[in-house]
């Protein structure tokens, strides 16, 4: 977090997809008077202990604490992804859904109905949970968890802008 300080001057819009969206709120958690917005696209707070632990079997728990990791099919690679027990252990002492989260400055919530890999209960759950004067949650019809089709990217440009103003 000290980097940010070093790198920029004055209020920030910190934008965030999946994992970067955990990370953009982490990071407004921690430094509140440097952000000015926040967007998250597709964002996924808690996902090592929400998704990943909670969606582990018996055997795969298992093996991630007996051998310190286990490796999962990726949809986007032919290599499997290979989750530590490292990951999910420092993830939970980076939870942000478990105790009060302000965020006072606009935050715009992006989610594609598409999306297999965040579901659209996390986002409505971020919404629930967090604090703040302006905090709106935009899903897209048939948006993938990249949200990169020329129609998101041109959503996504609206929101940056509107966050901006």
Not at 30 to 40: A, E, Q, Y
Not at 57 to 85: C, F, K, M, N
Not at 132 to 149: E, I, Q, Y
Request: hydrophobic share 40%.
């Amino acid at each position: 977090m000290e980097i940010v300080s070093a790198l920029t001057d004055g209020p920030q819009i910190i934008v965030g997809s999946s994992m970067g969206g955990w990370i953009a709120l982490l990071l407004a958690r921690h430094m509140p008077k440097r952000v000015k917005g926040l967007v998250g696209i597709a964002a996924a707070p808690d996902f090592t202990e929400d998704s990943m632990w909670n969606g582990f079997d018996d055997r795969q728990r298992a093996v991630l604490l007996r051998d310190g990791q286990i490796t999962l099919p990726s949809e986007y690679e032919d290599s499997p992804y290979i989750i530590t027990r490292r990951l999910i252990e420092d993830g939970r002492t980076q939870l942000v859904l478990r105790s009060p989260l302000s965020l006072p400055f606009p935050v715009r919530l992006l989610q594609g109905t598409a999306d297999a890999s965040v579901a659209q209960s996390v986002p409505l759950r971020l919404l629930e949970h967090a604090k703040s004067p302006d905090m709106r949650l935009t899903f897209v019809k048939g948006a993938d968890h990249s949200f990169s089709s020329p129609e998101c990217l041109m959503i996504l440009a609206e929101v940056l802008g509107e966050v901006s103003r």
